[in-house]
């Protein structure tokens, strides 16, 4: 990994005046100088008006060479797409670019800032304007104008001017409107239900009406809502987000979200309507749990602020007029499941005039103790919905239903009875012989149980909880008229595609995106099930690969926040974040999993260029390594959990080929590497040397250790053993090449299988991939026999297994072990980033065909644009097809061995090709 990511005519004459008309005036004045005798101008006749058209005309059509064909597009503030709930007081622009020319670039640009659409329109910025600025950087350019209001919509538009110096148009305006952007600024009080108990429901609902008198010109609402808030407005639920806030260290941070809802309010009385979830802010169990604990009862905070077109506002908060009930919702727990009885709903609660006469005053109380912070990570959404594919009743009233994907969710029914009936749902990835839904891999007992109110066909899902399933078991005496299944995850765009003509790998290739989709929640989940908590490793080891398949700008700096606030006074950052649960030993305190806290922010400068999250995190990176040292013995570290879940003589669990001291220290010597790098980038340079010379002694004393010289080998010789210093760099480089054939081997010996665990396969790959041994990456991700990818697909697995057995009594789902995801892109699509020039500057792209792959198709949708590849194999020759994006320059490697510099635009290459 280190040394991986190291109007048409009005505008035309206003535009053209300046080259068509004075030029035209002065032709017909000369001719009526040579009869007056004078110079001077007069009305042209209309055949001279005539002239004047086709002379714009001909100038309209000339003048494009004047512009540059570069264009920017895909304007985002702070990394988002016209935001709602900028809270940060000089956010960052940034922009794509697009020219139908080759080898084109930015060399300039130009930003204009302003309070109205209009007012940018008509060139006024009369909030910033940057002014010509010669630069090539067209991301993270931070706002340069006076400070932002809150509660306020900004315009802006940017043009640029490209290598020739040839200006663009403008771009089409986009948007941003502020939160707060003082979180002291948040005035709203927290309020609660009378009823202060520590139990799983019945939840709580909240109401208040709102007057409006006058011509509305924006509307905001600001909600948090702990654990998880809906808020409805006149009947209407205000935006798609599921499972929301964010969920965090709420002692530490506390996210609220930020809605438009100009369109949701209306003249007269209005509604405000709340419900409250528990979620991971009271886990009072009653069912399965992973842990109880509890930051007190679910409360409220939230408001309104309501702009008026008379330049008025008002502004509604919550406080002690509030009102609030218990639901329907009767029982959640983030972690068992939930509960809904459609008989004690309320109608017209959510509406202007109902009667809240009997509900309850609601209490005033303590705040959960976190910063107010906008949530800036993307939502949680419904992103899917699966019918299902086979229906089986192992016993009277009993219904299975396959819905044929493994996915992390919750199911939807459609049903009818009388008033009273329920329908019982329990959720499973496996089915037991008897044909039963079971959840030995999963975490039970957990289920859904929806009570009929009786009145004809009633929906219904859950709300504030989900679970990782596959099977939905109904047990229920009512008519079920449907049953689906909706895939709840993070909303984080999705960059990459990967298709090749081995159609084994793109089965593993969805295999592992299915994994990911299920644990890309509000926090980078192992499993979507069992666990559902932030265990780090995961963060990093399969970093690489979710970063070619999603945009995480805003998610990695989360995850990196999280950790922070979780790391203690001396230095330790936990094995999850945020921390809720206390383990012991390696599961609270194990190198390979809080390396996390050092990594994640580098990946955010390396890939997306963004050092924000160095520059935030850098002193707890400093401290974290501290904390190392004062667990080393003789320069090297022996605790944590090491290469977990490797393959070895024992069921799989802690580290049982690899020794803990070669995986914890390796991972040390990491992080120091990689913190004097972030020193220099900073500008620390006495901090860069100092960790080098750290870095160096851990060299030392691990070499000292586990090297081998006179065998070429490292500790036990095992698969992780000999990967992590290759790629560490702390392999010899006279000794590289034996380490890596000895490691090809090693896995041709073992039938092609890996014998390396949640911490070393990411390693073998990396590894194998520096080295160009794709030839031994592909017949080991190819290999029929378990343990194996094609293993689990043979076992009729949907989502990557937690162990390369797919046995049952492991989660069916479960983000580890999918390394090679980066190995499609980097090594048979060949799309690597360089290390060298982060943020996508210059990139290589060295596929490399082998085995029977004939042709493979990939892109990646870069912070600068999509870089696409697109290569096929035809009669022993070898045709590539490029596209880079404006602003990148590519080195292109062929299988010949031919190598060539390119800029941007579409290329095509075509080589001979060595036997495959």
Known sequence: MIGTFDGMLASLCSIR????????FTEVSRKRKRASGSLRHFPPSVMQWGAMFRACVLAFLVLPSAMASIRPYALECEARRNPVGIDVERPRLSWKLVSEESDQRQSAYEVHVASSVALLGAGRADIWQSGRVASVENAWIPYGGAGLN???????????????????????????????????????AWIAHPDHSLRSGPLPMFRKDVTIDRPVRQALALIAGVGFHELHINGAKAG?????????????????????????????????GVMLGNGFYNVAGGRYTKYTGSFGHPRLSMQLNVQFEDGTSLNVFTDGTWKTAHGPVIFSCIFGGEDYDARLEQPGWDRAGFDDSSWLRVTSVQPPGGEMRAQASPPIRVQQTFQAVKVTEPKPGVRVYDLGQNFSGWPAITASGPAGASVRMIPGELLDARGMVSQGSSGGPVSFT??????????????????GFRYVQIESAATIHNVEGQFVHLDAPRTGSFKCSNERFNRIHALIDAAARSNLQHVLTDCPHREKLGWLEVSYLMGPSLLYNWDLRTFFPKIAG????????????PDIAPEYTTFRGGFRDSPEWWSASVFIPWYSWKWYGDRGPVESSYKSMQAYVAYLATRARDGLLWHGLGDWYDIGPRPPGASQLTPLGLTATATWYMDLVVLGRAAALLGDEEGARRFAAQAAQVRESFQKAFFKPAQNNYATGSQTSLAMPLVAGLAPEQSRAALVERLADDIAARGNHTSAGDVGYTYVISALLEAGRSDAVFRMANEETAPSYAAQLAAGATSLTEAWDAGARS?????????????????????????????????????????????????????????????RVEDKKFILNVSIPPGVSATVRLPSGAAHETGSGRRQFSSTIPSI
Not at 826 to 843: N, V
Not at 851 to 858: E, L, S
Request: overall charge neutral; proline content about 8%.
């Open 17 to 24: 005046a300046t080259s068509c008309k004075p030029a035209l």
């Open 150 to 188: 809150s509660l306020t919509r900004y315009w802006w538009k940017v043009r640029v001017w490209d290598g020739g110096g040839r200006p663009s148009e403008w771009s089409e305006p986009a948007e941003w409107t502020t939160a707060l952007v003082n979180p002291a600024g948040w005035r709203a």
């Open 240 to 272: 798609d987000h599921v499972l929301a806030p964010a969920w965090t260290n709420y002692r530490a941070t506390v996210m609220y979200e930020t809605f438009d809802v100009t369109t949701m309010v209306k003249p007269g009385t209005n509604a405000i």
């Open 450 to 467: 929806y009570t009929l109110k009786g009145q004809g066909r009633e929906s219904w899902a859950p709300r504030f909880t989900y679970y």
């Open 562 to 573: 999280d950790m922070r606030e979780a790391q203690l006074t001396s230095g330790l950052v």
């Open 811 to 871: 989660s069916q789902n479960h983000l580890m072990l999918g390394h090679v995801e980066q190995w499609f892109y980097a090594g048979l699509a060949g799309i690597r980033p360089d290390p060298a020039a982060p943020g996508w500057r210059h990139l290589v792209i060295q596929p490399e065909p082998v085995g029977d792959i004939r042709w493979v198709k990939a892109s990646v949708e870069t912070p600068r644009g999509p870089v696409t590849v697109d290569w």
